[in-house]
């Protein structure tokens, strides 16, 4: 187990300008007022899944084609964006990876199908198959975690390790937390509400504090989170209040890390190292609430770099050595020929068999 906190030798600056505690240029209005600045994010693309729809992804390459892939998965009410933006520049340092907007939130795909977490799975694999980038290291933040989890149990080849963060096992196991889902419904007027846009930008600064590294993109996060179609909030609440894989977990085979917030008051670190005990995941601890990747950003990135280096290791250990899972499959991120095909890039690969529309909104958007 490894604990991460302050005392902790910082992570080398990112590949694209430095560190995130430095804001990017400022984006400027049509009256020429400072609108917000934004934190560096991948390359961004809009990519059209045949029989299912439009996922939304960031997409970075790394510039070493035998880098391994990761698969990034976001909690509830979160994006791509709000979840890792944070970790992204530290992440790209040493891996690929795609980052994708869940059904009904951030950019996510609009459906009238209901929320279920399965569904959301299969886009996800379906979305790592398309590009040719898997196996992949499945990395799920809360919610993210369920779905990744699934990700590995109903496509097994598509994944070959799983980090979790601040996720668990189930929500339901007592009276009070299946009580405490009936309220789900009250997300829904009061994201609809007027006066939620305002309530939003003040309760995020009043969260960070004055003088912390992310106040300067507290306008562009309160306007990323309106982002989320409120019924797929309310839907995606309900699924994860039916949510239980105490059955089933424990035969998901693959090297496995945890990363535990231990003050979190959502998530509580019981539960989460119930799930890690499943896993037979290695323990990243990080002290912090669930929402520690704003509140504590180094402590997130440190715990997130040095859980998904365990689990690359014992990947990459598990393939070297040739040895089977308890399911048969040899572990590994790749063989020869995976990596010749992954120099090319995905994206361009993807376009040859369904559209790919480029993202409009990046450096450059003013968020008013």
Known sequence: M???????????????????????????????SVAARLPWLPEGRTVVLPGRGEVFARVH?????????????????????????????????????????HRGHGRGMRTSRRFELEDVADDA????????????????????????????????????GVVVQATALEWRATRGERLRWKT??????MMRSWAYPRWLRYGISK?????????????WLEAE?????????????????????????????????????TRDRLVKPRKQRQLAEALRAHVVEVDGDHLVPWEHPDRFRRGTVEVVRRVVAEVERRG??????????????????DLVEAAADPLERAGQAFEVVPDVARRGDVVE
Request: glycine residues 12%.
């Open 320 to 337: 070297a050595a040739g040895s089977p899972g308890a399911d048969g499959r040899v572990g590994g991120l790749g063989s020869e020929l």
């Open 125 to 160: 694999a379906a979305l790592v198959h398309l590009l040719g980038v898997g196996p992949v290291v499945v990395v799920g933040y809360s919610m993210g975690g369920p779905i990744g989890l699934h990700v590995a149990h109903r496509h097994p080849h598509t994944v070959a």
């Open 61 to 101: 390459r790394h510039r070493d084609p035998t880098a391994p892939w990761l698969l990034l998965l976001h909690g509830w009410t979160a994006s791509a964006d709000l979840q890792f933006f944070t970790v992204y520049e530290q992440l790209a340092e040493h891996w690929s990876f795609v980052a994708v907007d």
């Open 225 to 261: 989170s309106r982002r989320t179609d409120t019924l797929a909030v309310v839907q995606a609440g309900r699924a994860l209040s039916r949510y239980d894989s105490r059955v089933w977990a424990a035969t998901i085979d693959v090297p496995a890390g945890s990363l535990v917030t």
């Open 207 to 219: 969260m960070l504090g004055e003088g912390h590294e992310l106040q300067p993109y507290v306008p």
């Open 2 to 32: 490894t604990t991460t906190d302050d005392t902790s030798d910082e992570i080398r600056p990112g590949p694209h300008g430095g560190a995130l505690r430095t804001p990017d240029e400022v984006a400027v209005g049509d009256a020429g």
């Open 184 to 189: 789900v419904r009250l997300l829904g007027p």
